[in-house]
């Protein structure tokens, strides 16, 4: 019996000291650090112009993820050089969006989060002068169906949480509500989210009679993570007490029931959920948002720890192990698109058409790594 006590403890002590290895504090910050150096460096003007298959202004969608995962680790490590870099490049585009302030395009007013972040720390009214106009104009309109790509919920949702709160104003709580539960329900034929398997289709064009090789339904794993990622998110930002919060942790939950399955052995998630078999190859930003959503729902006490922190590991350990390199370069990104055949085949030495992502995503995945105890 005492043999038995032992190894018991032996084993337990094993592990301890493993996932004290994978999710020790200074190691994850250490992690991070070096991948947002890698692009701080690489791209020292915060205006410049991003030239890919055209030259697009610095404040899209891309750029707006990457500050977010920015902001993120600004949050857990305060470093003046974090917020200037934030501060810079919202000055550089005056605080405002590609498309202007009557823009519905979730995708341009995506930098807002950042904005309003940056406001939170040191208030001042030019900061979201152009968020109040944009976001107040989409408030006061009718229109519920702007979020028609589950990629915009991520975008969009918490900008509205984040004014909600700023304001103590239920208005954007609700309006984002009804903005959500129309992509949720209504987009497509039967809404984007597929109550039966958990998970969500990207848009429109995706849902049912579509159908990947293997004759499953196509659910992209960068869009899923964009939801989980909102979910997450907004669920951090509202109060507890804010109307429809049951329904995001609903979701959520449901969310991470059926990632957790189809995980690969690797740690990965494939591009295509339910067939591995198309383009089947690990990939880094879908399964970074997957451990950003499901490890704030281990924090926040809303996912079961011992069911949901084997994978969160797994997917970590595979995140900073396989994804990131000694230079910090993130490598098996996924290119932008809005399917599993774009911007393949992906390599550990491929360069993905925008960087800034998908470092974003890792940094958010970091953050809440960084926060389990």
Known sequence: MRKLVLLICSILAYNTAAQAQIFGKKTVLAQMELANKYFMDKWPDTGKTIVTNKERPSNIWTRGVYYEGLMALHQIYPKEAYYQYAYDWSEFHKWG??????????????????????????????????TRQCINMLLNTPQ??????????????????????????????????????????????????????????RDADF?????????????WSRGNGWVIAALAKVLTIIPKDAPHREQYVKDLQAMAKALAPIQRSDGFWNVSLHDPTNFGEKEASGTALFVY??????????????????????????????????NGFLGYLQSTGKEPKDGQPLAVDKIPDFEDYGLGCFLLAGSEIYKMK
């Open 293 to 326: 959503g499901i490890t704030y729902g281990i924090n926040s006490g809303i996912l079961d720890k011992k069911t949901y922190l084997p994978v969160v590991e797994k997917a970590w350990k595979a995140l900073t192990t396989v994804s990131l390199q000694q």
């Open 144 to 201: 519920n169906n702007d979020w028609s790509w589950i990629d915009a919920i991520q975008m969009g949702m918490p900008v509205f949480a984040k004014m909600g709160v700023l304001d103590k104003d239920n208005r954007y709580f609700e309006k984002m509500y009804d903005m959500y539960m129309y992509s949720r329900n209504n987009h497509g034929d039967h809404g984007l989210f597929n109550p039966k398997d958990g998970l969500w289709w």
């Open 207 to 219: 849902d049912p009679p579509y159908k990947e090789p293997n004759g499953e339904d196509c659910y």
């Open 97 to 130: 969006f590609n498309g202007g302030n009557t823009t519905r395009n979730a995708d341009n007013y995506c930098a807002a989060q950042t904005y309003i972040d940056l406001y939170n720390i040191e208030p001042d009214a030019k900061k979201i002068k152009n």
